[in-house]
């Protein structure tokens, strides 16, 4: 297990009065500001700091049961943004990714307060772009197939086992009515699959649904390809769902062509009201990956930072009740929007509640 203590990230802040949305000036400045976020520097840490020290924690840990190796990497809030027991987010990389991307999701909700959990899954993460290039589109095949989407979801169970076990430094701080599965592309059906997603095999339903998830924020889900029926397929998910995409999330993978419509389709799908849809006005289907600027250009940083603060917006609506920080970022967010998320009905008394203890 490796320790490293990062430079916090500087915590997010609104772009100015939420009601009034953003001029073309203040646009522009929110564009400086999310990309100055991504040049923060990372020095080494002693070895074993205590977890308030820790601004992220990785880890080897291996599933003796499979004979798999799951790395994963902990990003952890300091103590001076951690209100009581920390809410917890495991997140499922994409194709080809690894437990060092989406390193924006994982600062931003940190410096807020919430601990992310990122798995690396190792039959299809950043080693397909390794070898021959002439077997690329054998690697990509085998890593997209049905049993690979299954290791994936034991992975994220297995991690999670791992980290809420007693002898974790983070367990007993880990608020475990409050833990959320994550994911973007290949690794947004994981989590829907983690969630009750469930397909008809030998008769039989199979699936792979983990309780501990409260909730769940998908991005940019392809379909469940092979499958012709997606309502009984997502017809047992019943956590609140987010759902993020843009007007250009377009998945161009050789036999895995997916149009955005196939976003709007999973949303359209899930059977619970407790869903909510974010759609920006551009961006290709990797603006949410830790790519650079080349997909999406200035509206890239935007895009992440803007993602990263919808999930928490979300969170609070789920687990608190509250309505009003999803509100204030649709107001904030607006000039990018193709389609803000409307709140589901709460329970505002509860709400209100909470607000005066």
Same mark, same amino acid.
């Given at each position: ?13 609104? @772009? ?28 080494? @840490? ?66 807020? %307060? ?24 054998? $690697?990509?095949? %085998? ?43 290949? %690794? ?8 009750? @997603? ?13 309780? $501990? ?38 998945? !161009? ?22 869903? @909510? ?16 600027? !080349? ?63």
């Amino acid at each position: 297990m490796a320790i490293i203590d990062a430079t916090p990230p500087q915590p997010f802040t609104s @772009a100015g009065p939420a009601s009034s949305g953003l001029d073309r000036r203040r646009f522009g400045a929110m564009v400086l500001a999310a990309g100055a976020g991504s040049l923060l520097p990372y020095r080494s @840490a002693r070895a074993r700091p205590a977890p308030d020290e820790a601004r992220f924690v990785d880890f080897e840990w291996v599933d003796t049961a499979r004979n798999r190796t799951v790395p994963a990497r902990l990003y952890w809030p300091a103590a001076s943004t951690r209100k009581g027991p920390v809410p917890l987010i495991v997140f499922s990389h994409g194709l080809g990714g690894s437990r060092k991307g989406y390193s924006y999701l994982g600062e931003g909700w940190s410096a807020r %307060g919430t601990a992310s959990l990122h798995i690396q899954h190792v039959g299809s993460d950043e080693t397909l772009w390794q070898g021959n290039p002439l077997m690329l589109l054998d $690697r990509l095949g %085998g890593a997209a197939d049905e049993r690979e989407a299954i290791e994936r979801t034991r992975d994220v169970s297995f991690g999670l086992d791992r980290l809420l076990q007693r002898d974790s430094p983070f367990q007993a701080a880990i608020d475990a009515k409050r833990i959320v599965a994550a994911g973007h592309s290949f %690794g947004a059906n994981t989590t829907l699959i983690l969630t009750g @997603a469930q397909v008809i095999r030998d008769g039989k339903p199979l699936g792979f649904r983990d309780p $501990r998830f409260t909730a769940s924020i998908v991005i940019s889900a392809p379909p469940f390809y092979g499958e012709t029926d997606l309502a009984a397929v997502l017809a047992s998910v019943d956590v609140p769902t987010l759902h993020v995409t843009t007007t250009e999330d377009t998945i !161009r993978i050789p036999g895995r062509y997916s149009p955005v419509q196939d976003r709007i389709d999973v949303y359209t799908a899930i059977p619970t009201p407790r869903k @909510a849809l974010v759609v920006f006005q551009g961006g290709p289907h990797n603006v949410f990956t830790d790519r650079s600027l !080349r997909n999406g250009g200035p509206l890239n940083p935007l895009v992440k930072r803007a993602t990263a603060e919808v999930g928490l917006a979300f969170l609070d609506l789920v687990h608190k009740s509250d309505p009003a920080p999803l509100e204030d970022w649709s107001a904030t967010w607006k000039p990018i929007l193709a389609a803000a998320p409307a709140p589901f009905q709460v329970d505002t008394r509860q709400w209100a509640r909470k607000r005066r203890a």
